[in-house]
Nanobody
Framework: QVQLVDSGGGLVQAGGSLKLSCAAT????????MGWYRQAPGKQRDMVAT???????NYADSVKGRFTISRDNAKNTVYLQMNSLKPEDTAVYYC?????????????WGQGTQVTVSS
C-alpha cells in the first residue's frame, strides 16, 4: 500500500509563511484527489484544501486567499503554501490521497506535521 510522507511544519510568527510537502512512497501509482487536513487539540480533523488530478481545487473558507494547494503528478507530491498565518491555524496538518489500487480506490494518510503559529 502506498504511504505518504509529509513535512515542512514548524513554528512561525503570526503573519509568516510555511510550505508543507507530502510525497507518496511510490511514484508509479495513480493518485486521484490529494489534500490537506488539520486537527487542533480537542477538535475534529477538518479539510483545509483538496486538489484533483486535473488541478481543480477546493478550500475551507477560513484559508481562502491565504493558502494555496498544488501538486506534481509526475512525483505524486502535493504542496500547501501557507501565507498570512494566524494563531488559529495552529494544528497538526495531515496530507491525504485517494489511490487507485488494483481492485478499488483507497484512502491513505501522512503521519502529520505540526504547525504552530505564535501571536
Amino acid at each position: 500500500q502506498v504511504q505518504l510522507v509529509d513535512s515542512g511544519g514548524g513554528l512561525v510568527q503570526a503573519g509568516g509563511s510555511l510550505k508543507l510537502s507530502c510525497a507518496a512512497t511510490r511514484s508509479t501509482v495513480l493518485i486521484n484527489t490529494m489534500g490537506w487536513y488539520r486537527q487542533a487539540p480537542g477538535k475534529q480533523r477538518d479539510m483545509v484544501a483538496t486538489i484533483s488530478r486535473g488541478g481543480n481545487t477546493n478550500y475551507a473558507d477560513s484559508v481562502k486567499g491565504r493558502f494555496t494547494i498544488s501538486r506534481d503528478n509526475a512525483k505524486n507530491t502535493v504542496y500547501l503554501q501557507m501565507n498570512s498565518l494566524k494563531p488559529e491555524d495552529t494544528a497538526v496538518y495531515y496530507c491525504n490521497a485517494v489511490v487507485t489500487g488494483a481492485f478499488s480506490e483507497y484512502n491513505t494518510w501522512g503521519q502529520g506535521t505540526q504547525v504552530t503559529v505564535s501571536s
